[in-house]
C-alpha cells in the first residue's frame, strides 16, 4: 500500500507521474533522453544498464520494467538480460559492456568508487567519453527513480506477465507521463 494517496491503476512511477505531473514529466523527459535519445548506446544497451542498476537496488518494479523493456528491444538476444542480472560478469555480453555495468555498479554502490583505472578499463575495451558519461548518468538517475519508487510504497506488480506491456510500451513508445485519470 502506497504511502501517499496515490491515483489508482498505475504502477510504479507511472503512479507518481501522475501524482505530480509537473515533476513527473520532468522525469520523464530526462529517462527519455538517456534511454532513446541520441548516443552510441543503442536503446536495448541504454535500458539493460537501467535494469541493472534498479536489480542492484532492488528495486522489483524498476528492474522487472526495465528489463522487460531491454527484453523487447533485444528480441531474439533477449535471454542475455536476465544473464546480466544474474551475473554481469559472466554473461553472454561484449567486454565494452561488460566495463560499463562494472562503472554501473560502482555508481550504484558509491559513485567515488568510479576510479581511473575502471575508466581506462573502459575506454580499452572500446567505451567512448560519452559511453561513460551516459552509464553514470544511468545509473545515477535509477538510483534516485529507484529510491522514489521504493520510498513511496508504489504499487509493484507481482504478476511477471503484468511487466511485458510495460516493457514494450517503453520500447516502442517511448517515455509519455500518463494522464491523471
Do not use: W
Not at 535494469?51 to 522487472?64: E, G, H, I, P, V
Not at 531474439?76 to 561488460?98: G, R
Not at 544511468?138 to 534516485?144: G, S
Amino acid at each position: 500500500m502506497p504511502h501517499i494517496s496515490l491515483p489508482e491503476g498505475f504502477p510504479g512511477i507511472r503512479s507518481l507521474a501522475a501524482y505530480r505531473p509537473d515533476t513527473g514529466a520532468a522525469l520523464y523527459a530526462l529517462a527519455e533522453a538517456l534511454l532513446r535519445g541520441d548516443s552510441s548506446l543503442s536503446q536495448a544497451d541504454a535500458e539493460l544498464i537501467a535494469a541493472f542498476t534498479s536489480s542492484q537496488n532492488d528495486c522489483t518494479f524498476c528492474t522487472c520494467s526495465h528489463a522487460a523493456a531491454a527484453r523487447y528491444l533485444f528480441g531474439t538476444d533477449k535471454e542475455l538480460v536476465d544473464a546480466v542480472i544474474a551475473d554481469h560478469q559472466t554473461a553472454p555480453v561484449s567486454e565494452k559492456m561488460k566495463t560499463l555495468l562494472a562503472i554501473a555498479q560502482c555508481v550504484q554502490q558509491d559513485a567515488r568508487t568510479v576510479s581511473d583505472e575502471i575508466v581506462a578499463n573502459a575506454r580499452l575495451a572500446g567505451a567512448t567519453d560519452r559511453e561513460i558519461h551516459d552509464t553514470v548518468l544511468i545509473a545515477a538517475t535509477f538510483c534516485m527513480f529507484n529510491r522514489y519508487v521504493d520510498g513511496l510504497a508504489t504499487l509493484t506488480p507481482t504478476d511477471p506477465g503484468a511487466y511485458e506491456p510495460m516493457g514494450e510500451r517503453m520500447a516502442t513508445l517511448g517515455y509519455v507521463p500518463p494522464k491523471h485519470p
